[in-house]
DNA sequence: GACGATCCTGACGATTTCGTCAAGTTTTAT
DNA sequence: ATAAAACTTGACGAAATCGTCAGGATCGTC
């Protein structure tokens, strides 16, 4: 027999490098994001995932002990990706430069990834259950730094006196917009889908919108 | 026998004003969005918004036909405020003013009526398949005749140069935002809870941070 | 107080879903 | 070649869910 039967049994963790479990674990993960991000995460059956990998549930079952650990599994790696775009927001760069590649990469990591954007907003708008203590903080930390650069900014008079807080949502929640709600967008920017030329002028008209110049 | 069986059996049609009736619609509605907006259509049970309505199942069932007539039911309750704040921005008006009004009651009604709020991102986010073509529709006109509005205000030199679809959404994803991912705003903003008071100073911050001046 | 319309409800069937299991097959290491 | 580890899979059980039904209770009105 190759596993345990009964209570908390163990499956190899990952730590062997087997080829075939990662190639399997990634067409999982792969194909549950898309269906999560869908249809959320009690509208996406074992079934239907192991139909879309192409591997019976059964062995779905083997890989993961459940649905909600491909959820977690999912979440773990998203949140990797989440503040790449804030490193940017540093406090000797120049605001207006800082900002807008923020911005831009904020837009384009989103309009890459979209499924798992959506995935993952859909999961803050439940109200980040499963996100771990460590991962909240590490979300706060990461806020506080920018927030902090933005007040340097602000002391030294290179940016208006705005809360770097509300700033910081302000942005951020605009540029989720566009792939979270991509057919609203859409269909308010009047074209039958978003393409790259849509984000690009999204972050040419955001920045343009935004106040840089101190009173 | 009050009611007809069989396919397409039909009941009251709201034509008769029953007061026990509308007291107990409004209750399910009233627990439904909550739940919905919680955990999802598929992740809300019939039961659940029973026990929390203090209903029997089969009496759900007798005022709803389905668990997606009391969404569609929904859908369409809010769907009527949806346009509220936008009639603020009339070409005649001064821009501050105007957008000010807007930012200011889009963030309170969407206060006010959180669950309905998320409830509306929910959908939106998984493609808005429950709105109707007329619904769409609507949206539309009036997102074009906000859009009208600012164009006319550039042409006359009263505000900056940015094209009005991607600024209205902008404004409409920071004030949703406030709302729809409280919980990652209150963290953010380091309080245990939104306040009317966070809402307030949002309000000021965002108008803080557009740019209204013509270059 | 009677009689029709409206409202209420416990029990039920059909279906779907999660997750398990035991017995197979393939890969890997020696 | 061989033995162990890793992988695969069809069938299965238990639980949950949707939606129905038939009959009883209550309300409004004449």
Redesign the interface.
Known sequence: MARRTGGGSRKANGDTDGRIRARNEARILQVSVRLFS??????TTISEIAEDSDLPKANVYYYFQSKAAIYERLIAEVFDDWDAALRHIRPERDAREALGDYVREKLESSRRNAAQS?FF??E?????KFLSRRQ?RH??DV?HEACAAIDQWIAEKRF????P??????I???T???S??A???A???EVPRLRKSEFD??AE??L?????DPD
Do not use: E
Not at 160 to 163: G, K, L, N, T
Not at 165 to 170: A, D, G, T, V
Not at 208 to 212: D, G, W
């Open positions: 869908a249809k959320g995460f009690d509208g959506r907003a859909g803050l708008l439940r109200g980040g909240r979300m706060l806020t208006p006196d705005i809360d807080r509300h700033f910081l949502i302000m951020w929640a605009t989720q917009f566009y979270d709600f057919p609203v967008v269909a308010t920017l002028d999204a008209q955001i343009k919108a935004i106040k840089f």
